[in-house]
């Protein structure tokens, strides 16, 4: 066996003494689940946990499963390892797995960010001796803006638009983003429609305590009013029958990519809004600070970058190998563009 807690196996991250795995990406009989974003949260398994507040969320996402809800904090003994679940601010029901065992902690984060937002429960420290941690955004050129301020360039654009009688296109992840875009809106702007796809998740938001504004499928707008409107869409819309619905619409794309120059071109849109609900750099080293941790792992994202820079601050730090992806949906980004930065 070995000496470490956590390690890779093909199926994904496996808790040895625990005999469970931590967001596996093949089906496996136990699963302790981050969140429910799809490259975390994978259908096939005989039985998940994740935190009580994310359950509904998965259930929508991935149908009915065998799945047991664990309140933040609330902790639970599984082959002699104390399992518990911690805020990770990430999206609703987003949780970092702490995990016990004869005098060891190690932590798994699973997708973080360190500042918070009315959506979800905010990013907790916890202490440990090893912390799993993400590094999507892991180069020092990430700095995100106080989301404030991202919020009222939002509903700038989007009343200046509404002023020209254009909607207002925002395209950003289905499940999280688009639901914390939505909570900065001002609805006193004009209709707030959403795809099916966010009006669904934005529904489950609602029935989890999360208030959001009144939001709308565009057939529920008279015609005369979609010139005022905005419209939440995932990224996937972008095209589509559907969206051709607004006419003359202006649009933009929210997610971190959008500091890299290029990524907006790419997209073919008229504006990018700097939102991420990932750590950015300052972020990043922030959490990992907080735990202590004197060893640190590195699940996905730019692995290289952050692991040398621990390692220079005297931290033993290395990479795992795993099949997370990207939610941001700008994977090629960062390759293309840390050299110009």
Same mark, same amino acid.
């Given at each position: 066996?070995?000496?470490?807690?956590?390690?890779? #196996?093909?199926?994904?991250?496996?808790?040895?003494?625990?005999?469970?795995?931590?967001?596996?990406?093949?089906?496996? $009989? #136990?699963?302790?689940?981050?969140?429910?974003?799809?490259?975390?949260?994978?259908?096939?398994?005989?039985?998940?946990?994740?935190?009580a507040p994310g359950v509904n969320v998965m259930k929508s996402r991935l149908g009915p499963i065998n799945i047991t809800g664990l309140a933040y904090g609330e902790r639970l003994v599984h082959n002699? *390892?104390?399992?518990?679940?911690?805020?990770?601010?990430?999206?609703?029901?987003? &949780?970092?797995? #702490?995990?016990?065992?004869?005098?060891?902690?190690?932590?798994?984060?699973? /997708?973080?960010?360190?500042?918070? /937002?009315?959506?979800? &429960?905010?990013?907790?420290? *916890?202490?440990?001796?090893?912390?799993?941690?993400?590094?999507?955004?892991?180069?020092?050129?990430?700095?995100?803006?106080? =989301?404030?301020?991202?919020?009222?360039?939002?509903?700038?654009?989007?009343?200046?638009?509404?002023?020209?009688?254009?909607?207002?296109?925002?395209?950003?992840?289905?499940?999280?983003?688009? =639901?914390?875009?939505?909570?900065? !809106?001002?609805?006193?702007?004009?209709?707030?429609?959403?795809?099916?796809?966010?009006?669904?998740?934005?529904?489950?938001?609602? $029935?989890?305590?999360?208030?959001?504004?009144?939001? !709308?499928? *565009?057939?529920?707008?008279?015609?005369?009013?979609?010139?005022?409107?905005?419209? !939440? &869409?995932?990224?996937? &819309?972008?095209?589509?029958?559907?969206?051709?619905?607004?006419?003359?619409?202006?649009?933009?794309?929210?997610?971190?990519?959008?500091?890299?120059?290029?990524? #907006?071109?790419?997209?073919? *849109? /008229?504006?990018?809004?700097?939102?991420?609900?990932?750590? /950015?750099?300052?972020?990043?080293?922030?959490a990992i600070t907080a735990t202590g941790a004197q060893r640190v792992i590195v699940t996905h994202g730019s692995i290289a970058v952050l692991v040398r820079w621990l390692q220079q601050q005297g !931290?033993?730090?290395?990479?795992?190998?795993? $099949?997370?992806?990207?939610?941001?949906?700008?994977?090629?980004?960062?390759?293309?563009?840390?050299?110009?930065?």
């Amino acid at each position: 066996m070995s000496a470490d807690m956590v390690i890779v #196996r093909k199926e994904g991250l496996y808790c040895v003494p625990g005999q469970f795995y931590i967001d596996p990406w093949r089906p496996v $009989e #136990r699963a302790v689940i981050t969140h429910a974003h799809g490259d975390h949260a994978r259908g096939g398994h005989q039985h998940y946990l994740a935190a009580a507040p994310g359950v509904n969320v998965m259930k929508s996402r991935l149908g009915p499963i065998n799945i047991t809800g664990l309140a933040y904090g609330e902790r639970l003994v599984h082959n002699g *390892v104390t399992i518990s679940l911690h805020p990770a601010g990430h999206v609703l029901g987003s &949780a970092q797995v #702490r995990m016990a065992y004869r005098g060891e902690v190690w932590v798994a984060s699973g /997708d973080y960010k360190v500042e918070a /937002d009315s959506t979800c &429960a905010p990013f907790e420290p *916890v202490r440990c001796d090893t912390f799993i941690t993400e590094s999507t955004f892991g180069l020092p050129i990430y700095r995100w803006q106080p =989301q404030q301020e991202i919020y009222d360039d939002v509903n700038a654009w989007w009343a200046a638009n509404a002023a020209q009688g254009r909607a207002s296109v925002l395209l950003g992840y289905s499940f999280g983003k688009a =639901q914390r875009l939505l909570s900065g !809106l001002d609805p006193a702007i004009g209709p707030i429609i959403c795809h099916g796809a966010v009006q669904t998740l934005n529904q489950v938001y609602r $029935e989890g305590g999360v208030w959001l504004p009144s939001t !709308l499928m *565009v057939s529920d707008v008279a015609k005369n009013d979609i010139g005022k409107s905005i419209v !939440l &869409a995932s990224p996937s &819309a972008a095209g589509s029958p559907w969206i051709k619905r607004f006419g003359d619409f202006s649009d933009a794309f929210a997610s971190g990519w959008m500091q890299l120059r290029g990524a #907006r071109r790419r997209r073919g *849109v /008229d504006r990018g809004f700097v939102l991420s609900d990932h750590a /950015d750099w300052p972020g990043l080293l922030e959490a990992i600070t907080a735990t202590g941790a004197q060893r640190v792992i590195v699940t996905h994202g730019s692995i290289a970058v952050l692991v040398r820079w621990l390692q220079q601050q005297g !931290l033993q730090a290395s990479g795992f190998d795993t $099949e997370y992806g990207d939610d941001e949906t700008e994977p090629a980004a960062p390759a293309e563009e840390a050299g110009h930065a």
